[in-house]
């Protein structure tokens, strides 16, 4: 696990493929072992809780991804960007992962944590997302690292109280600005989204001027097809969010 996170922790580099290249048929074998974990292989071990852990109501996954703003992004390079850091079953399991990661506001450049029910990758085309959409809302520089634990502690114990609804969360660090997202499965049930709004108004402890924004899923993707260049399949910036204050 140490590993996983030194790899994460020297990401900026962007070299770590061609300081391999010269083991061809090695790189080919561990490449498409990481293919094959990050597509959610059948043939990967279940993840359970331990003996004597508090497990989660679900197995959620963490994801990082990092990409060079401005440059246009398809959906299948978006889609090997994104790198799965590990699935958990318990709150044991969670803080092992956790206690290990670069806070947000440590990170740099253009770079996002995602955490994501088991199973659902962090794209809008993914089947549990397509019908979905996000609460976004925009934060000064500093209040990243804070918002973003208590956004994830409260999804992983069940506050927003929805059902099956919750998909992930995202938080997503760029150079003027950092921003957080929580994601659903149905836009069309405003009872729902209303519901995720106060919670996360609540559990982010946000001032009453506050303004947030939902956005579908597929109205993302309409904006991706009309501004190729804006933004990548699945990335969480958006020029039409709001500061919070």
């Known amino acids: 696990m140490n590993n996983k996170f030194d790899a994460l922790k020297d990401d900026d580099s962007g070299d770590h493929d061609q300081n391999e290249e010269n083991s061809t048929q090695k790189d080919g074998e ?9 597509q959610g292989s ?8 331990g003996p004597a852990e ?20 398809s959906s299948q390079s978006y889609e090997q960007n994104i790198k799965q850091i590990g699935t ?4 044991e399991q969670f803080w092992r992962f956790y206690s290990h990661m670069v806070r947000p506001g440590d990170l740099t450049g253009h770079s996002d944590f995602h955490l994501f029910k088991e199973g659902i990758k962090p794209m809008w085309e993914d089947d549990a997302n397509k019908n979905g959409g996000k609460w976004i809302i ?6 990243a ?30 150079f003027q600005e950092d921003i957080i997202s929580i994601w659903n ?6 009872a729902t989204t209303a519901r995720i709004r106060d919670t996360l108004r609540r559990v982010l402890n946000l001032p009453p001027n506050t303004i947030m924004e939902y956005k579908t899923h597929t109205d993302s993707i309409k904006s ?4 190729p260049d804006l933004q990548p399949p699945g990335d969480h910036q958006d020029k039409t969010w709001h500061r919070a204050t």
Not at 57 to 70: A, C, D, K, L, V
Not at 185 to 190: E, G, H, M, P, R
């Open 88 to 91: 958990f079953a318990s709150v």
């Open 138 to 143: 925009r934060l000064r520089k500093g209040l």
């Open 54 to 73: 508090h497990p989660l109501q679900y197995n959620y996954t963490f994801w990082y991804s990092r990409r060079t703003p401005g440059r246009p992004t």
């Open 145 to 174: 690292s804070r918002c973003w634990e208590n956004l994830i502690l409260a999804m992983l114990g069940e506050q927003f109280m929805v059902g099956e609804e919750i998909c992930g969360a995202v938080v997503s660090v760029r």
């Open 30 to 38: 561990k490449e498409k072992t990481e293919r094959d974990k990050s």
């Open 185 to 190: 499965k149905t836009a069309s049930d405003q």
């Open 42 to 49: 059948s043939k990967r071990k279940a993840v359970v809780p």
């Open 224 to 227: 991706l097809i009309m501004q």
